[in-house]
Nanobody, 114 residues
Framework: QVHLAESGGGSVQPGGSLTLFCAASGGIFRLYSMDWYRQAPGKQRELVAS????????YLDSPVKGRFTASRVNAKDTVYLQMNSLRPEDTAVYYC???????WGQGTQVTVSS
């Protein structure tokens, strides 16, 4: 059974940094792209970053471009989201998602507040 587990969330002051982790199991993840999404209170879930099987990243028009960096270590079936220069508007539950398996993690809360 495919399973994704996010961790690394927490509370941080504006301008701070956090690293999120998504550990995958039950599938062959090195073959597929993996995505990071977030959902703020009262808002729709939005795509933050997508990382291909080879590690190529795409942040689309996300406001995190230039501040967040997605990466992966296929040997560990883990993807990462390094978040720098955090802003209050980055406060959200962050999820990882594997389109090939249509599977979501349970999410991890990130709160940016002074």
């Amino acid at each position: 059974q495919v399973h994704l587990a996010e961790s690394g969330g927490g509370s941080v002051q504006p301008g701070g940094s956090l690293t999120l982790f998504c550990a995958a199991s039950g599938g062959i993840f090195r073959l597929y792209s993996m995505d990071w999404y977030r959902q703020a209170p009262g808002k729709q879930r939005e795509l933050v970053a997508s990382i291909s099987s080879s590690g190529r990243t795409d942040y689309l028009d996300s406001p995190v471009k230039g501040r967040f960096t997605a990466s992966r270590v296929n040997a560990k079936d883990t993807v990462y989201l390094q978040m720098n220069s955090l802003r209050p508007e980055d406060t959200a539950v962050y999820y990882c998602y594997v389109p090939a398996y249509d599977t979501w993690g349970q999410g991890t809360q990130v709160t940016v507040s002074s």
